[in-house]
């Protein structure tokens, strides 16, 4: 029994999300969320949704979320997307759940970046997959040569992009070439940050368009971080119909239900206001270009950022102790202990104010110590 215990909890590791303290006053830059409120148009819904006296609550939700559905299609209006080519779930980390429960193999590897989104290893651990965790090179970014060996003997391939926690982005083409290169196996992108590049909502490098050639390719999304609807919980994946149909078929035998009444009505009404959406990710890469000079400034090696976060670390001074100095100013940044990137910070980007008192914060740590 014991060592059926120790296999166990050594399985059930689970993927540990950034704090989520209850202080009030804190500048936080830990977790990636948007530092601007959602658009209006979902409290107004909500309260629509919700009625005089919340009775409708006694009802289950539309099962296919048919609303919700369509309005994602509707963002993707040149690559022709159908509701039938969209899931969705309690944000993109059920999403990818459901990836793992319905398309993995799970007697062959997966391959990921060693340094990414650290769901997917947790979750390989979870179902005994192979992890297979394929080096960033020395700019810290995705090599696709790396993963097109088509003797890989690969079950599916999973990265981020932009990934997670470097901000780099890759090039459609890039993606492209991945998913052509293993037609008989799930290429799932995951673009949670996807909508932090891009001059105008056309411009942004979705791989979207690419799903009407490979049936191979699943791409997911969230509204968390560019729709600032982290706390209502809205991810989905768009891929063609028989991948769709495999999630729809696990997720329909343990809760047939996706999404309730509120992330329904709320996740609707946000993708519907594109000049809310276009506005506030502009907010955020303005101020993140603003924030990259500040710290070169200080002397920071900024990496290039597609994302509403920079990865960042200083040559002289520990990234543990920054992380741990911020804290006592009541700023919190994201400080991963993983080999090769134990000296970086990871800071999400906040509102202009925010940005400069973490600014200042720096300067005044690094000039202290230094
Ligand atoms: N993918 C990546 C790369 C992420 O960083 C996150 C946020 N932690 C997620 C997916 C999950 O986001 P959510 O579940 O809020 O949609």
Redesign the pocket.
């Known amino acids: 029994m014991s060592q059926f215990w120790s296999q166990t909890v050594h399985r059930l590791t689970p993927y540990v999300?950034?704090e989520q303290p209850a202080l009030p006053g804190l500048i936080k830059l830990n977790?990636?969320e948007n530092p601007y409120p959602p658009s209006p148009a979902v409290l107004a819904a909500l309260h629509e949704a919700l009625g005089e006296d919340a009775a409708v609550l006694r009802l289950y939700p539309d099962p296919e979320a048919t609303l919700l559905k369509a309005t994602i299609a509707e963002q993707f209006p040149a690559s022709g997307i159908t509701p039938a080519q969209i899931f969705v779930g309690n944000?993109?980390?059920?999403?990818?759940a459901h990836v793992f429960m319905a398309l993995l193999q799970h007697d062959r590897p997966l391959l990921t970046p060693d340094i990414g989104?650290s769901?997917y290893p947790a979750y390989c651990q979870l179902y005994g997959i192979d992890c297979v965790r394929i080096p960033l090179d020395d700019e810290f970014t995705v090599r696709i040569d790396d993963y097109l060996a088509p003797q890989c003997g690969c079950g599916a391939i999973i990265l981020?992009n932009p990934n997670?926690p470097t901000g780099r982005l890759l090039p459609q083409s890039d993606i492209e070439r991945l998913a052509r290169a293993h037609p008989d196996i799930p290429v799932v992108i995951?673009e949670?940050?996807i909508d932090f590049s891009g001059e105008t909502i056309a411009e942004i490098p979705t791989a979207v368009p690419l799903i009407k050639h490979l049936p191979n390719l699943l791409i997911?999304r969230?509204?968390?971080?560019s729709y600032s609807l982290?706390g209502l919980?809205?991810?989905y994946a768009i891929g063609q119909a028989p991948l769709i149909e495999a999630l729809d078929r696990v997720k329909n035998s343990f809760n047939s239900y996706p999404l309730d009444r509120l992330a329904i009505a709320g996740g609707t009404a946000a993708l519907r206001d594109r000049a809310h959406f276009d506005m506030t990710r502009r907010a955020v890469m303005q101020s993140r270009e603003w924030l990259i000079g500040a710290l070169r400034g200080l002397d920071f090696e900024v990496l290039p950022s597609a994302t509403n976060f920079i990865f960042a670390r200083h040559p002289r001074h520990d990234a543990a102790h920054i992380a741990a100095s911020l804290r006592a100013r009541h700023i919190l940044i994201r400080h991963f202990k993983q080999p090769r990137i134990e000296q970086y910070l990871r800071i999400s980007i906040g509102t202009d104010a925010q940005c400069r008192a973490l600014a200042d914060a720096l300067s005044a740590i690094v000039n202290a110590s230094g």
Do not use: H, M, Q, W
């Open positions: 999300p950034g977790t990636n944000g993109s980390d059920e999403v990818l989104y769901f981020a997670a995951d949670a940050y997911i969230t509204l968390s971080k982290a919980r809205i991810g």
